[in-house]
């Protein structure tokens, strides 16, 4: 079944230069590796189609049960020479987490989740 | 956990810090305990924060009312679009956004309800000729006056037009540098 990032995981992001860099943190420990085998830096990239223009680098952090994401050439030139409002890439955590991703029903219903969540 | 690139590869001025390696463990109510931190000396370099003029920008909004509100303000960006366009004036950037449509999430928002209550046309130019830029901030007030009605938000008057201070960070060897430090006492 189809569960939308937001049930499993909190994200914060920012900005470096063009840059903009969305960590993604699991909310209970067993979600991290849902979130390592699914959320790959290529769905990452195929997700914030038209707003990405470069590549998407993706780093594990096993030990806070967290990704970080880099998403470059995402912001309109970076800093001051952007027009963007959110020239810091401050809300592509919460456009993230609007992502769905797959988990077989035997896994969710371990998992206390469903299809509505 | 934002802002921090490589997070085995965190450099700050003091070390190479490995992200990787902190433990976190509840210690109590509102403790948390961090442990376990590794890194590696710091690098050879020294960050160099670089400022550079980079051309000049203005940002001119206005607010769109229901009914039909995004309608109106997609309306009023083609309008303003054209006149940009017959007035010879070009820009390295124009940037339209619709503030309460697709200004944070872009396409990921998906459509605005048909009744939507309102909507901020935000429509941003960039380039190094000012007089272009200036010309632009002028081309905002006859929008009120003649395009899509239902539409405020001018109140703060013409946009204005700002010199761009673009950031350049760099590196520099240590070695190049000798610090000195100058205490000044004032009276």
Redesign the interface.
């Known amino acids: 079944m189809k569960i939308q990032l937001t049930k499993l995981a909190h994200a ?6 063009d840059t903009a ?3 993604l ?1 699991a909310l209970r420990d067993e979600f991290y590796s849902l979130l390592v085998r699914e959320v790959t830096a290529a769905r990452v990239k195929e ?2 189609r ?2 990405c223009q470069g590549d998407v680098e993706r ?6 049960g ?1 990704l ?1 994401f ?1 998403l470059h050439e995402s912001l ?2 970076g ?3 952007s ?4 020239a810091q890439g401050k ?1 592509f ?3 993230l987490l ?1 992502m769905h991703i797959e988990v077989a029903d035997d896994e969710a219903s371990k998992f206390g989740l469903t299809e509505q969540d | 956990m934002y802002e921090m690139g490589d997070p085995v590869e965190y450099i700050t001025p003091d070390c190479i810090a490995d992200f990787t390696s902190i433990q976190l463990a509840q210690d109590g109510k509102d403790r948390v305990r961090a442990s376990g931190v590794r890194g590696r000396p710091a690098t050879d370099f020294y960050k160099v924060s670089v400022s550079f003029l980079a051309g000049y920008k203005a940002v001119g909004m206005l607010i769109y009312s229901w009914p039909d509100a995004y309608a109106k303000a997609q309306a009023a960006d083609k309008i303003l679009r054209a006149r940009l366009d017959r007035l010879g004036l070009h820009f390295d950037q124009v940037l339209t956004e619709f503030v309460g449509v697709n200004s944070t999430h872009g396409a990921l928002a998906g459509n605005p309800p048909a009744d939507l209550a309102e909507v901020q046309l935000r429509v941003g130019v960039r380039g190094n000729d000012r007089a272009a830029v200036e010309r632009f901030t002028k081309e905002i007030a006859p929008l009120i006056l003649t395009g899509p009605p239902g539409v405020t938000g001018f109140a703060g008057g013409r946009p204005k037009v700002e010199e761009i201070v673009a950031y350049w960070p760099a590196l520099i060897p240590k070695n190049e540098i000798n610090a000195t430090v100058e205490i000044l006492e004032v009276l």
């Not at chain 1, 914060?12 to 230069?17: I, N, P």
């Not at chain 1, 027009?83 to 959110?86: C, S, V």
């Open positions: 914060r992001s920012g900005d470096k230069g860099n969305v960590g943190i997700h914030f038209g707003i780093f594990e952090l096993p030990n806070l967290a970080n880099l309109g030139g800093g001051t020479l027009l963007m409002t959110d809300t955590s919460t456009a609007r």
